[in-house]
């Protein structure tokens, strides 16, 4: 077992191995359970996002947005081998 020290204004440094452990990078969230006895359970946090989110998300600067018919037709293209 691993000892971590207190800081004056009562935080814990999570060392990498633990980081790693725990698949997160600084700068994550961790939710944190109290559990009986003192103890504590630390997990890495679910990122609760919503589709909308995703809008735009391949979208690269200068370029026009697409609509449904122009990426059906794209597609259409593509299968048929057409460029």
């Known amino acids: 077992m691993d000892t971590l020290t207190i800081t004056a204004k009562g935080q814990v440094t999570l060392r990498k191995d633990v980081l790693r452990h725990l698949g997160v990078e600084p700068g994550a969230k961790v939710e944190v359970d109290l559990l009986p ?3 504590v359970e630390l997990r890495p946090a679910v990122r609760r996002g919503k589709i909308s989110d995703l809008v735009g998300i391949l979208k690269r600067p200068g370029q026009k947005t697409l609509s449904i018919e122009e990426m059906n037709e794209i597609i259409a293209n593509a299968w048929a081998g057409k460029r």
């Open 37 to 39: 006895d003192g103890r």
